[in-house]
């Protein structure tokens, strides 16, 4: 969780209160937070990412404001007509843009200084450490219009922020400290981001800003940019940023933005909305609210609210709100406001015995019974190489379909493994100095990509074993498979398949009827001897490989 810091004395000038320390870490802790200490001067509290709109002292008043109910319902915020242009060109790296200029604003050095902790701690939440988002504050009287968002050469100039001296943007990333921390994030374009005005290069996100356009405590107006991989991460982190400035006395000004294909104009401040049952409210809480005391903590939770009929509540939510996905989150809010202080305890209606999920009784049965057949359990991990996954056994790259980690930190960790017999293949490779015969299974989660999900990805349980030895065969490998099937009264077939992890001719696909089907569920076979070479084993080996969840729903023996 993000540890904040807030200056004690901006944040008790907003919501206009004399308040002791003890006081004032009680509110805190009753909104969401955790405070972890109070200073003369400073506030520091721990929290959840998905609060960013308490990252800042606004933001943290707003909600006080609220919760004493100071100042209840919906925010407003004072939005002008655009004045400005911005173009955006094609960037591939960061292809999406968007900006606003908030002016107006009674800043000092205090909280300038907060206001950049504020944007760090967003970027490191919401834009994921600058990979979806990265944002930027100029002092808007240092462009020059027009603005524009374009793709510049590696070998194209600015002064970054703190430096003296000009650089290209290659030499920023190889020499800047923000370049080298987070060059990563481009490094693999042939054009970088920048955005220019007349007088050239005043932001090279998600690296760094310029000298030139440095936020100060005499800036009375910011124009505000954001760059990033996804649009609504970039609109919704836009939100939280532009109405805590709003909340310090500033006025939005809207901008509009020129893609090639359309124009958007930013912010886009239009709350949504949800429909919320007061019955629902009352169930979640174990309250007896009426409808009118549940629009009454909306109100001091900042929601809009309308009545309708039939115990039903329209909820306008705020924009600085992106973490309220589902009227559960709206109901939370609703306990917070109510007060937590102000919950009766009260003992359990229901008592529950925790028990393993019947999968899991089975895989333990599973265990027993590799136990008993003399194998040794082991465990290594979800993350392979792709070279033990597919060059080692024999497998074509363009034929695994496998999650693939974008920046892993080695390529011993490039890939979550779909299958677990390579592990136990890799195992079997350090351990060639163990006597002989090696019998070693693992029974765990793959990763498989399933586009139903809404992760693309789902977990699958598999069973694998490998027998090492001087003499091993099919038949050695095959009597196991039996022993294991029968324990669990599952009647199967053996049909003959081709894998080139196997040797032709003696490697089978394990089969059983379901419905009057014949489903799948693995393999079995001796290993291909170029198999054995790639992974430097000294024997022979065979092995097979089961879908356990399959299996589970295959056997007609599931107690615990």
Not at 379 to 386: D, E, I
Request: neutral net charge; glycine residues 6%; charged residues 25%.
């Amino acid at each position: 969780m993000p540890t904040i810091t807030v200056k004690k004395r901006n944040l008790l000038n907003m919501i206009d209160a004399s308040l002791s320390n003890e006081e004032l870490q009680r509110l805190i802790n009753l909104i969401k937070p955790e405070v972890e200490e109070v200073t003369t001067d400073e506030i520091s509290y721990e929290l959840n990412p998905d609060r960013s709109d308490l990252f800042s002292s606004p933001g943290l008043a707003r909600a006080i404001n609220g919760f004493l109910g100071r100042r209840v319902g919906l925010p407003q915020y004072d939005v002008c007509e655009k004045r400005l242009s911005v173009k955006v060109e094609e960037v591939k790296v960061r292809p999406y843009f968007a900006c606003a200029i908030v002016k107006g604003l009674q800043l000092s050095d205090t909280k300038v200084e907060e206001l950049m902790e504020f944007q760090e701690a967003l970027t490191n939440t919401l834009g994921r450490h600058r990979r979806k988002v990265a944002i930027g504050l100029h002092d808007l009287s240092k462009l020059v219009p027009p603005i524009r968002y374009i793709a510049a050469s590696p070998s194209a100039t600015m002064i970054p922020l703190q430096l003296p001296e000009e650089l290209s943007l290659e030499e920023i990333l190889s020499q800047h400290p923000k370049g080298k921390k987070f060059g990563h994030l481009i490094a693999h374009a042939k054009a970088y981001p920048a955005i220019v005005d007349q007088r050239g290069i005043f932001s090279f996100p998600p690296i760094i800003n310029s000298e030139r356009t440095r936020i100060t405590g005499k800036v009375k107006e910011i124009f505000i940019d954001l760059t990033g991989t996804s649009l609504p991460t970039i609109n919704d982190t836009m939100n939280v940023l532009i109405t805590s400035l709003a909340e310090r006395g500033g006025i939005i000004e809207k901008v509009e933005v020129i893609y090639p294909d359309r124009n958007l104009i930013f912010p886009r401040l239009k709350p949504k909305k949800k429909v919320l049952e007061v019955r629902y409210v009352n169930k979640l809480l174990g309250l007896d609210l009426s409808q009118e005391e549940v629009v009454e903590q909306l109100e001091k939770a900042r929601y809009g609210t309308k009545t309708e009929a039939k115990g039903q509540i329209t909820v306008k939510i705020p924009p600085y709100r992106p973490d309220v996905l589902h009227p559960v989150d709206i109901i939370e809010d609703v306990s917070i406001a109510y007060g937590f202080n102000n919950f009766s305890s009260e003992p359990s209606k229901l008592a529950t015995i925790g028990r393993l999920h019947p999968l899991e009784s089975f895989s333990n049965n599973v265990r027993g019974v590799m136990t008993g057949l003399g194998f040794q359990e082991i465990m290594t991990p979800t993350l392979v190489g792709k070279e033990v996954l597919i060059d080692q056994m024999r497998l074509r790259e363009e034929e695994v379909d496998v999650v693939e980690l974008s920046n892993p930190v080695s390529t011993e960790y490039q890939v979550c493994r779909n299958s677990i017999l390579p592990s136990l293949l890799d195992f079997l490779s350090k351990n060639t100095h163990i006597s002989f015969p090696q019998k070693v299974y693992e029974l765990e989660d793959v990763v498989v990509i399933d586009k139903k999900s809404p992760t693309k990805t789902k977990n699958v349980k598999k069973l694998a074993a490998v027998i090492s030895d001087h003499q091993v065969g099919y038949s050695d490998i095959r009597a196991n498979i039996d022993a294991l099937l029968n324990c669990f009264a599952i009647p199967y077939e053996v049909t003959p398949t081709e894998d080139p992890s196997f040797i032709k001719g003696r490697v089978g696909k394990l089969t059983a009827k379901m419905q009057g089907k014949k489903r799948p569920f693995g393999r079995l076979g001796e290993v291909h001897p170029k198999v054995i070479l790639n992974f430097s084993l000294e024997k022979p080996t065979a092995a097979f490989e089961l879908d356990v969840e399959k299996l589970y729903t295959f056997s007609s023996v599931t107690e615990a």
